[in-house]
């Protein structure tokens, strides 16, 4: 399979299968559209519709070039993986602590209602039961040496003294079991101080501060508990703690939802405020509320990618370089095929647990019926759950089998497909709408800024063939 | 070639020979937390490669 598109102006192949991803001339586009169009088409044939619109030597030549790519193997890879079967032996790796169910922000989007997780919960981690979850995270997580632990919420904050309390515990096991922590806290920064951003910069492998953009945009979505705004309150410490973590590891994190479809000067605000790792995601939310992103939007969502990815283009050459999270794409470093296929791994190697040691797929799932997989109180955990969900691979959706992303996200997210379609296995089609669009944009970014890199005469730049 | 230029050719299928080491990082403890884009994540063993010769910068910062 080969997908063939324009985006930023520029036209891209991606040969989906082996990666291979083609800058390519309004010549070589014809070329090739025609082909995909009309796989059995002659070269008589194919010269002919080009001639239309093209000069007929540099047709002829684009099309032997075309032709050479093909035999080298370089488009239209077949699928090499018919029979996968996921490889990790029930093993455990990754883990969303809830700190708090209790939230000081009242976020009008919030998945986790506001804190109570569904569940009218506004319980607090005990210190002892974040130490039995990593305990219960070694014993699964076998020869796995990196083991990532997420502090998440409601607002994890509100629980500092048992953060900082199971990261030490954390240090030790890693000493006696020889295990790395990756701690993460995703904050909404209220309660930032110097005290906290010194204890993240030392022990955080990763910090998500979560501010939707412009002050207006983000305080009629992100009010605090008396309704009034949250931005002041929140962005010099943001700054403050990006400034000492020397611009490290870090992202803000927003949402846009249906009053900001111009959230490229969301993107773009916080990029001046000196944010230099950010990441803006569409609501994901029910379709009753006013703020849902609905069908007839993603035209113009399309367009301000289109927007925000030229801007992006722009400052990242002229000195005011920041990095956007899904226009940040590794085209040739990037993660192998079994990570492709197996995606985020809720579920199956990465669980949530809940201030009170209820184990669940992923955050997004906690409170949903039915849902619990277990606890790391009396360390139960229904592997039967685990292993539906390690077969929830890309390849095992039906969907997904004819999609030209597939590689790229994996199936998507399972608490989505699950939340409006009632079935793991079922992505949701909003979000494989601009997940496809976004990742045009990523590559389109990537192949402008790498094809002067590019100019050498061998076929198809470093193919070496 | 002068109409086609490659930009990456990782050749994904080959990847599969080794079976993953899984130690690379979960998709969506990253930033997201609310969908899934494996592809821009790193390959651990890439990354530790590239952090040897690159004096500590992050994937992130690669192309700065």
């Known amino acids: 399979m080969v997908h063939l598109f324009k985006a930023l102006g ?7 299968n082996s990666g291979g991803v083609y800058a390519l001339d309004e010549l070589a586009y014809d070329a090739l559209a025609h082909l995909i169009e009309n796989p059995e088409a002659s070269d008589r044939e194919i010269l002919a519709a080009l001639a239309e619109t093209h000069d007929q030597k540099q047709a002829a030549e684009t099309l032997a070039e075309l032709r050479e790519m093909i035999e080298a ?11 996968f079967q996921v490889n990790t032996e029930g093993i455990v790796k990754a883990m969303c602590i809830h700190a708090a169910h209790d939230c000081n922000l009242r976020c009008k989007y919030c998945f986790a209602d506001a804190g109570e997780y569904h569940m009218r919960d506004r319980s607090i981690l005990p210190p002892e039961t974040g130490k039995k979850a990593l305990d219960w995270l070694v014993k699964k997580s076998g020869n796995r040496y990196n083991l990532e632990v997420d502090f998440f919420g409601g607002e994890p904050l509100l629980n500092f003294p048992a953060i900082r309390e199971i990261v030490a515990y954390g240090r030790e096991l890693e000493k006696k079991y020889h295990k790395h922590f990756k701690f993460t806290t995703t904050t909404n920064g209220v309660n930032l101080n110097d005290e906290i951003t010194d204890f993240f910069n030392r022990e955080m492998d990763n910090v998500v501060i979560s ?4 002050p207006e945009v983000h305080d009629r979505m992100r009010p605090t508990a008396n309704g009034k705004g949250s931005y002041h309150l929140i962005i010099d410490k943001a700054k403050t703690l990006v400034e000492r973590r020397k611009q490290q590891q870090y992202y803000i994190r927003g949402t846009y939802t249906r009053y900001n479809l111009d959230f490229a000067d969301d993107v773009l605000h916080l990029a001046d405020e000196g944010f230099e790792q950010l990441s803006i995601e569409p609501v994901v939310t029910d379709p009753k509320h006013d703020y849902a992103i609905r069908p007839e939007d993603l035209p113009r969502i399309y367009a301000e990618y289109e927007r925000l990815g030229k801007e992006y283009l722009v400052r990242r050459k002229d000195g005011r370089w920041f990095s956007f999270f899904h226009f940040t794409l590794d085209l040739t470093g990037g993660p192998c095929l079994q990570k492709r296929l197996t995606g985020c791994g809720a579920g199956n190697e990465y669980v949530a647990v809940t201030p009170n040691g209820d184990i669940y797929p992923c955050h997004q799932f906690v409170g949903r019926e039915n849902m619990r997989m277990g606890s790391v109180l009396d360390e139960t955990f229904d592997s039967d759950i685990q292993a539906y969900y390690k077969s929830n691979h890309v390849l095992a959706k039906e969907k997904c089998r004819s999609c030209w992303a597939r590689f790229f996200c994996s199936g998507g997210c399972a608490a989505n497909a699950h939340a409006f379609n009632g079935d793991i296995t079922k992505p949701y089609d909003m979000e494989c709408s601009i997940e496809q669009k976004r990742l045009e944009c990523a ?3 990537y192949v402008i800024e790498h094809k002067e890199e590019f100019t050498g005469d061998s076929p198809a730049g470093n193919s070496g063939i | 070639m002068k109409h086609f230029q490659a930009i990456a050719q990782p050749r994904l299928q080959e990847t599969m020979k080794n079976r993953g080491c899984g130690e690379c990082q979960s998709s969506c403890q990253s930033a997201c937390k609310t969908s899934c884009t494996v592809a821009n994540q790193s390959c651990a063993q890439k990354e530790q490669a590239a952090i040897a010769g690159r004096d500590g910068k992050t994937n992130h910062q690669a192309n700065r």
């Open chain 1, 10 to 16: 520029q036209a891209v192949a991606l040969d989906v």
């Open chain 1, 73 to 83: 193997g370089l488009l239209f890879t077949p699928d090499v993986v018919p029979d």
């Open chain 1, 211 to 214: 501010i939707d953009g412009r």
């Open chain 1, 443 to 445: 590559m389109a970014i």
